[in-house]
């Protein structure tokens, strides 16, 4: 065996310390919670991310195999399967894979960032900036411990790639373009929104090609490779075109041909559909999504998720630049450094598509911060190491090093410190859903918001109607229909929507090949039930309606922590479906933080309820209290409530809910939704649900019709 150089055991050195540190930092989440009874399930501590839930149910279902039909469990997701993969190999708990997963797999990081330093020979620049990247403020919130979602690998996989083009471009040697048509497949299979940033490459490296190296042979056959691994077609075709190209490229008596086989490239690129991703998201940038979705048939308008998650929304200069860098003052020296660092080795301008992506956050959203965070601390660490080389002596140099690099991990490291995100659930809510797992079939459907669908379907096993990812206006609106209007109605429509859910699994499987559009279940509800306006239809289910045949059980699953969005759930079908136009508002007021001065609560926001004379002032307007309900849980868990009925005809009323330390201020249609009936109050119609599980945390009703 070779013995290995001093250079190699210096990096492989520098590459344990930054990884060791990486996850070092990130067990301080773990030990500052681990414990928490709250936040623990099966003796682990539960993850703090909501998309987690999907991959750990297509990572379940595939240990099990118990996969099912339309279950939408991601089975056969990259993320799953190696979630798989470390649990059936690994001597530790399911739900420790999940947990560390993330620090561990995004710590990873370090590699490709000391090796593209190694390649501009400053080993010390690429130490500084592994340990600044993978701590990195906003590398860290995604990448933390319990953050097991895609983003564990997605800046590790483009930094691998950034990586291997750097030394294809520097070296010219063969095995990089395998690496980086690997890498490209890879990437792509882990996350098949990865071709922005793979384009973006590979128009770099033309450019680059064409610019400063147009005669080099070596740079057409990266590109060819490139756009074998780029094709819209099965993985195991680009893999052969990528194999195969490689061995011809190996040989120099091929090399008459590469302008014949990067024509073929481009051909297979463009006919297999390869640029059609990146044209359909530069026509999506031009055509803005508009205020509701608007759809073919009966033209329904459907209130749109994106009214209500606005993440892009205004971002200052100050967050933006700490989370890419920490500080605004390291990031502009990590701007500056890299603009520094660019004049010295042009090769490096390959990073800009990632502070390119890093930069969309103005636009974006904060997400994208993450992008620009290795690159950039590249930057800052090539300052320090430039600063150190003209220093005197080798113990300045060392000290100015070592110095500058606390200062610009230290507020990375407070960071860390402070940032104290909670688990997605509680253990008393997912005591529930254990509980329910052994009682609803995997068949059977649980009615919830789409915050819960993840969660519900990954400790339950259970279908669901919406969930993180199916949350369009179309499937939120019966959900939001069925929580906020009476139980009966609610009901029916549970009835209705699970069976219509199923059926258009049904059909658009018998019609896979033809190009059939599917109507939102509610349209075809109205049609079949020979309405033409969908405000009719929806009335009639006040009345007598012929139930379609019932094929599965129906459960509600009812959080109080739903309290805190019930407005934002019911404004999803407090639209009128023909028109677009908005209903009213519902009252619906819940305050934690009130103050009681003799007969006055005062509850917050400019609302106040007199006990003495039975009204609630709610800005200037004074309105009579119809009721005055108390809830409270009795030693056995069990809810007792009185309600004092003070004047029929009055508009609002008040529940005081002792245990949670919580007022509620209803008007009529709030306090006979079902949610409120079935979770605040337990007053649910004997002959429509039945109970399953009650706890204060959550309720669980079954569905009798
Ligand atoms: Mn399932």
Do not use: C
């Not at 630049?321 to 004049?343: E, K």
């Not at 609610?490 to 059909?507: C, G, H, N, Q, S």
């Not at 306090?671 to 004997?686: F, G, I, K, P």
């Amino acid at each position: 065996m070779k013995t290995l150089t001093k250079e190699t055991k210096l990096t492989l050195l520098y590459i344990t310390i930054a990884f060791v540190f990486s996850i070092a930092l990130r067990m301080i989440w773990y030990y500052e919670f681990n414990g928490y009874e709250p936040f623990m399930f099966n003796n682990q501590l539960m993850i703090n991310t909501n998309d987690g839930y999907y991959w750990a149910e297509g990572a379940r279902d595939m240990l099990s195999g118990a996969s099912q039909k339309n279950d939408l469990s991601p089975v056969s997701s990259a993320a799953s399967l190696l979630t798989a993969f470390f649990a059936a190999i690994l001597p530790f708990s399911f739900e420790s894979i999940i947990l560390f997963m993330p620090a561990v797999m995004s710590s990873l990081i370090v590699i490709p960032i000391i090796l593209i330093a190694k390649n501009l020979n400053n080993l010390e620049m690429g130490f500084i900036a592994a340990l600044l990247a993978s701590i990195g403020h906003s590398y860290y919130n995604r990448t933390m411990i319990g953050y097991y979602d895609t983003d564990m690998l997605n800046i590790v996989l483009p930094m691998f790639l950034l990586w291997s083009i750097i030394w294809a471009v520097r070296t010219n040697e063969d095995k990089y373009l395998l690496i980086t048509a690997l890498d490209i497949l890879v990437y792509r299979w882990w996350y098949p929104q990865s071709y922005s940033l793979e384009f973006a490459f590979f128009g770099l490296i033309l450019l680059y090609a064409l610019v400063w190296d147009r005669k080099n042979f070596y740079n057409y056959k990266l590109l060819a490779i490139m756009l074998f691994a780029m094709m819209d077609i099965d993985i195991l075709v680009r893999f052969i075109f990528v194999i195969a190209s490689f061995f011809i490229f190996k040989q120099e008596r091929f090399n008459k041909y590469i302008y014949h086989i990067l024509a073929a490239s481009i051909v297979l690129f463009f006919a297999s559909g390869g640029f059609n991703p990146i044209w359909g998201q530069l026509k999506g940038y031009v055509l803005r999504d508009s205020v509701t979705a608007v759809q073919d048939g009966m033209g329904l308008h459907f209130y749109s998720v994106l009214q209500t998650v606005r993440e892009a929304g205004h971002i200052s200069f100050e967050t933006f630049a700490s989370r890419i860098s920490g500080h605004i003052i390291t990031f502009i020296a990590a701007v500056a450094g890299y603009i520094y660092l660019v004049y010295r080795y042009k090769v490096m301008l390959l990073g800009l598509p990632l502070i390119g992506l890093g930069f969309l956050a103005y636009v974006g959203g904060l997400r994208f911060t993450i992008y620009a965070v290795p690159v950039l601390a590249f930057g800052v660490a090539f300052l320090i190491t430039e600063i150190a080389r003209v220093l005197p002596t080798k113990k300045l140099k060392y000290l100015s090093m070592l110095a500058f690099t606390l200062m610009i991990l230290y507020p990375n490291i407070m960071h860390i410190k402070e940032y104290k995100v909670p688990t997605v659930f509680n253990a008393d809510e997912v005591s529930v859903l254990d509980k329910l797992k052994n009682i609803a079939d995997r068949e059977d459907y649980v009615v919830a918001w789409w915050d819960y669908g993840y969660p519900i379907r990954y400790y339950s096993d259970v279908k669901t109607l919406v969930d993180g990812g199916k949350h369009s206006g179309a499937v939120n609106f019966p959900v939001s229909f069925m929580l906020s209007n009476p139980q009966d109605v609610a009901a029916k429509l549970a009835r209705l929507d699970v069976e219509y859910t199923e059926r258009a699994f049904k059909i658009a499987e018998e019609n896979r090949d033809k190009n059939l559009t599917l109507f939102s279940n509610i349209e075809e509800m109205t049609k079949d039930y020979g309405f033409k306006d969908t405000n009719d239809f929806l009335l009639s289910l006040e009345g007598d309606v012929k139930l379609p045949q019932k094929t599965r059980d129906i459960y509600f699953y009812l959080p109080y922590r739903m309290t805190n969005i019930y407005s934002t759930v019911a404004t999803f079908s407090n639209i009128d479906l023909m028109n677009a136009e908005m209903g009213k508002d519902a009252l619906f007021y819940m305050s934690n933080n009130f103050k009681q001065d003799k007969n006055i609560v005062n509850l917050g926001n400019n609302i106040s309820f007199d006990m003495q004379n039975a009204t609630v002032s709610i800005g200037k307007n004074v309105v009579p209290v119809k009721r005055f309900v108390q809830t409270a849980y009795d030693k056995d868990m069990k809810l007792v409530k009185k309600i004092d009925t003070i004047n029929e005809s009055a508009p609002i009323s008040i529940i005081y809910m002792s245990n949670y330390n919580a007022f509620l201020v209803l008007d009529e249609t709030s306090y006979s939704s079902l949610y409120v009936q079935l979770m605040v109050l337990e007053e649910y119609d004997r002959g429509l649900f039945e109970e399953v599980i009650l706890s204060p945390h959550a309720k669980v009703y079954r569905l009798k019709i």
